[in-house]
């Protein structure tokens, strides 16, 4: 099993420029998440998506946009990045229905905004 | 705000040795984690202890849960060097927000 698979694993932009992380889970799990790491912070939930076809705002939303392409994909688009979003972001996913709050995480996309 | 507080932020131990990272969280929960999280890695899931229990065990993992002083602690015995690694306690007070704290970061000395 791949498990939660999120790609770029690296990624360099400049100011102004956009991006999308993508990440995708082969669990068939209903809910997925982003969250961002930043030194001596813990990881802050920018969005989640209880269920294919919603999501929602987490505790760090500004300047990032989702997408719940379909129950398996979930993408993050940065569409004006800033120095402030150098971070590392991680996509997880977890069953909510079954009542698991289990997560599971993807390896992790290492952004600098230069 | 983050809902759960880390203490110590860094251990430092001799394998061995027994581990203790401790919890505090503000608000009541459904549930806690605990996740490790290896150096330039994603997290990976330990234990989950629900409202209701009070001591989880699992290995060489030992975790309780104090809902009256909001506090949770995970022990780890008899480290190995294999054991270095930031570990995160996550509250889950419903919805879909589970919440991370800051971490611990343990580093076992062979």
């Known amino acids: 099993n791949a498990g939660v698979t999120q790609t770029p694993k690296f990624q360099v932009l400049k100011t102004g420029q956009s991006m999308t992380l993508q990440c995708a889970q082969d669990m068939n799990h209903n809910s997925m998440y982003w969250y961002r790491q930043d030194p001596g912070m813990g990881l802050r939930l920018i969005y989640y998506s209880a269920s294919e076809g919603t999501t929602d705002k987490g505790e760090v939303p500004n300047g990032y946009n989702v997408s719940r392409l379909n129950k398996r994909e979930f993408s993050l688009r940065l569409e004006s990045a800033a120095p402030s979003q150098t971070s590392v972001y991680f996509c997880?996913?977890?069953?909510?229905?079954?009542?698991?709050?289990?997560?599971?995480f993807g390896q992790g996309t290492r952004l600098t905004v230069v | 705000s983050q809902q759960g507080e880390e203490d110590p932020q860094a251990l430092s131990i001799q394998e061995g040795e027994n581990a203790t990272m401790n919890c505090s969280y503000k608000t009541s929960i459904n549930n806690l984690q605990w996740y490790r999280q290896n150096s330039g890695r994603g997290l990976v899931h330990l234990i989950l202890?629900?409202?209701?229990?009070r001591e989880k065990h699992s290995g060489r993992l030992r975790v309780t849960l104090d809902t009256s002083k909001k506090s949770s602690s995970l022990l780890i015995t008899a480290s190995r060097a294999a054991d270095t690694a930031s570990y995160f306690c996550a509250t889950d007070a419903g919805g879909f927000k589970t919440i991370f704290g800051a971490g611990t970061r343990l580093f076992v000395k062979a």
């Open positions: 997880a996913s977890s069953d909510r229905v079954t009542g698991s709050t289990e997560a599971f």
């Open positions: 202890i629900r409202s209701n229990e």
